[in-house]
């Protein structure tokens, strides 16, 4: 069991906690903290152009019910001061930082899209740091993307009241549905709501995600660098990272578990969001 | 909610419940029924060559803490008189045969291996019968098999105290040791056991399972007429059906969740059987 320093947070949702901040290597990263005080901390990796206020409360704030969860800005996204790095190794760097800073000597980590190669990363390279990882919506070094395609075509949806409707769900009544109602979620904090991401966070962010998949990486050396526990999760009709990654990456992990989802996109999490929290506490608790 | 007609079996377990009888169309089944009389049943369907002892305690046990389960012997088995059938089509008339005798017009079905075959044959087939359908260790028609190959093999491993250590575990130290607390298991009902299945059962089953595997259909006609939720599962490094035909199903199929376990074989839901358990009862409670 780890001791946080900070105020223990326990009642406070993803909506409600307020914005903290803490300082690493130079880096003022912004966060909130939700759960009790006590237990492995699950720290929340964010993807492409996300921030804070990007992730689902009904995930989140479910999750924190019988563990610390943690939400933070890497460096130079949202809030939180510094540079985004234009390489997953580099963001993982900062993400061990922030970590490090706030006394955690033990997380599990969810990583998402993006925040999935960061947690691979991190995850290889620190054994003792990491104790379980969960891995969704995203690809292994060297895995298939097709983000600038999809993104142009999202973009072009002029209809779309949001992007991550077309992003993130299937074109089905049900995804659409579960998509709104996602974003309403999503929309629900009115104060203090994080800063959303400018193009000195998506340009170097969308670099680091399309150089790692176009990082040849045949023989999986960072997935085979990761010994702990890992679930890995996603959509089965992921537009951009499709779900194909994920059925490689359980294959190339020595102890994973996969999940696939039905009718879902790169937001599986979000739509099938009860399912997702279900198994993500059977996986932490076993 | 399906009454039964059949006594309660709450408090009763695998090993110690009655062996039932029951008739249909010239059939008498060989069956026990456990948990509560009230809730859709789930129904399971045994692998090649199993009979109802040959199902793990650990998993029938805690699925009927809040649901009714019946394990039977399909015509031929076990206890069970008529002929086994060489084709997975007369299999599932003969388990609809035990379902309907039974007065059951709504279940769910939970088919392992062969008996996954013959719950995609009725699922298919009898829409209004079957409520979510569960897939373990098994083929979609047209599907990879190695049956013969691996059985030659593992009964060639004198060694084994059983064939299933080498059948349905993987080499590593913790699947074989997880393989043995299995079979503890399996035999520990020591009075009533069912009949071991001799070649009049083997060699039938052995012939539908291969023919099931070497009949093209690269349309999916069987289970793209499965419109029930889905539940596919398989071990990593199952030998004899290889997982990538539960990922090939879960692609097949519209409404399809897939999970598949670390470092296992063909007996993935015995060695991972607190996880198998808790994942049947979220997609049946979902």
């Known amino acids: ?59 989140v704030n479910a999750l924190a019910a019988d563990r610390p969860v943690i939400a933070f800005d890497n460096a130079g996204v949202g809030r939180s001061t510094g540079q985004t790095p234009d390489n997953v190794a580099a963001m993982a760097r900062d993400a061990v930082t922030f970590i490090e800073s706030l006394g955690l000597s033990k997380v599990d980590l969810l990583g998402y899209s993006l925040g999935g190669c ?15 990882v969960i891995l969704v919506g995203t690809a292994p070094q060297g895995g298939e993307e097709h983000l600038l395609a999809v993104l142009q075509e999202a973009f072009s949806d002029t209809d779309a009241p949001d992007v991550r409707l077309p992003l993130f769900f299937t074109k089905s009544s049900a995804s659409q549905a579960a998509g709104r109602a996602f974003l309403k979620r999503a929309y629900a904090r009115k104060e203090d709501r994080d800063t959303e991401s400018v193009s000195a966070v998506t340009d170097p962010q969308a670099k680091a995600l399309i150089t790692w998949c176009a990082t040849p990486d045949p023989e999986h050396s960072i997935l085979s660098a990761i010994s702990q526990p890992a679930l890995v999760v996603s959509g ?50 076993a």
């Open 1 to 59: 069991m780890t001791e946080f320093n900070a105020t223990a947070r326990k009642g406070a949702t993803l909506e409600t906690a307020p914005t903290l901040y803490i300082e690493g290597s130079g880096v003022r990263f912004a966060y909130r903290q939700l759960g009790p005080s006590t237990g492995t901390p699950l720290i929340l990796l964010q993807h492409f152009s996300g921030n804070i206020d990007a992730w689902d409360p009904a995930v």
């Open 118 to 132: 960061v947690a691979q990363q991190i995850a290889a390279e620190h054994g003792p740091l990491v104790r379980k």
């Open 236 to 285: 089965s009709r992921d537009t951009m990272l499709p779900a194909s990654n994920a059925y490689a990456m359980f294959n190339a992990m020595s102890d994973a578990q996969l999940l696939l989802y039905p009718d879902s996109g790169h937001g599986a999490l979000f739509q099938h969001h009860a399912l997702f929290v279900n198994h993500v506490r059977t996986f932490l608790d």
